[in-house]
């Protein structure tokens, strides 16, 4: 599928309803490895922690090869390029929600654009979320998602890594496949990278399970959350710069600037893979 065939998904919406679910919530906080009564202090739902709910379950049958559900549906069906990743996002926390209130999501494509790599043909799809609870809008968010195909080497050369920062908190995580399973069973997250070693190393040429996008950006605001004890996250954005594997332990940074907080995981081996920023209030 190419060119103005893809531009067809732009502005294409859907809904979606969940109830905030106290349970989940603990079974989050307990994979984080971290006290729930320190994450939800107040009993809100925390930053980020709404990626546990709105989950799509299809029977088996309807399932793609690398687990997710079969292309096409609300996502452009973007079948010649096999590797899909969570590529960044960025959000906002206008309002909160509690366990037992009703959630209810507006999803729409904002936009779709086709580029050039190292490894050849990218299409990026950005999606727009806004979350509604019973005191109104509660979660903004712009999700990318890159596809992109199994020409070229999987993982760039890396040039030396950069210094780690000073000063703020780091925390060191050790990425077990219990960790990935457990996450990927709370997101309702089917995707193969995550937890089959056989496909992630043989079909997509991966050297290791890779640790999700979105459980990195979770850890990173439980961290800025720490780092301004009593203050709220109003926003965060974060990008996805290197595929982070299960070949080590990684490390969590967060440093403070005032109201913002710069953020970022590393690898076993220096290498910066997930940065972000959040906006305190």
């Known amino acids: ?15 979606a309803e969940d109830v905030v679910d106290g349970a989940r919530m603990a079974a ?13 202090p107040d009993g809100a739902l925390p930053p980020l922690w709404h990626w546990t709910h709105f989950q799509v379950w299809v029977p088996a049958s309807a399932l793609g090869p690398d687990g997710h559900p079969r292309r096409g549906g609300f996502l452009p069906p973007v079948h010649d390029l096999p590797r899909r990743m969570f590529a960044g996002g960025r959000l906002g926390f206008p309002g909160r929600v509690f366990p037992g209130e009703r959630m209810l999501r507006t999803s729409t494509i904002t936009s779709i654009s086709e580029k050039s790599g190292s490894t050849g043909r990218l ?30 080497a999987a993982v760039k050369e890396a040039l030396p890594p950069p210094l780690p920062p000073e000063g703020g908190l780091a925390r060191t995580v050790v990425p077990d496949p219990v960790l990935l399973f457990r996450y990927s069973a709370l997101t309702g997250n089917g995707h ?9 190393t043989e079909v997509e040429g991966y050297p290791g399970l890779i640790v999700h996008g979105p459980l990195q950006a979770t850890l990173l ?25 299960d070949l080590g332990p990684f490390t969590l940074h967060a440093v403070r ?14 290498h910066p893979c997930l940065l972000a920023e959040a906006t305190l209030s």
């Open 221 to 245: 605001a439980d961290l800025a959350s720490q780092l301004a004890p009593g203050r709220r996250i109003a926003r965060f954005s974060f990008r996805a710069v290197r595929p982070l594997f």
């Open 123 to 152: 299409v990026f799809v950005t999606v727009r979320h806004l979350i509604e609870g019973p005191r109104g809008l509660a979660i903004e968010e712009e999700h990318d998602i890159v596809y992109r195909g199994l020409a070229g």
């Open 257 to 270: 600037d005032g109201d913002r907080a710069r953020l970022e995981t590393r690898d076993s081996c220096g």
């Open 1 to 15: 599928m190419h060119g103005e065939t893809l531009k067809s998904w732009v502005g294409r919406t859907e809904t």
């Open 192 to 200: 193969r990278i995550h937890y089959d070693r056989r496909y992630v």
């Open 28 to 40: 989050l906080a307990a994979t984080l490895d971290r006290p729930l009564a320190e994450c939800a």
